[in-house]
């Protein structure tokens, strides 16, 4: 029994720190990026002597699987809910008989945005959204006014 707990504890340890790894090797730096890789394989050593010990194949398979999925869904959860919201840019065109129309509701949702109501047939709109909830609304306008966009996230200097 304490063998099978120390797999699964040993399992959930080693999905967790894979998971982090891989986010701060694409969005960290060199040295948090080094760091935990060290980490992880430190861990990794351990995992793969304990994967030869003398629980049942499909145990151990099993306890790989759930503490993976489990393991990588709990991690990304929490890397949502941490995200914090940037501002967006939204340019899009649609006909220009349509923007009084589409300038009205975004001005009632409190959507920061200034359009050119006239380029040829068209109006071009830039919506800036500062939150997640905005960027939603701003994508919904943009399918029901068949809207062709562009998004573009800001950058830190």
Partial sequence: ??????FIVLSIVNVVLNTIKSIITVNGGKMGAALIN???????TYVIIYTNCELPMFTKAMITALTNFVG?????LIEEKARKDKLWKVEMTIPHEKAFQLHAELDGLNIPN????NVGKYAIFNCYCATQKESAFVKDLCARYNAKYFVSETKNL
């Fill in 1 to 6: 029994m304490q063998l099978l707990i120390i």
């Fill in 114 to 117: 200034n359009y050119i109501p």
């Fill in 38 to 44: 060290a980490i992880t394989f430190f861990v990794y």
């Fill in 72 to 76: 990588v869904y709990i991690v990304k």
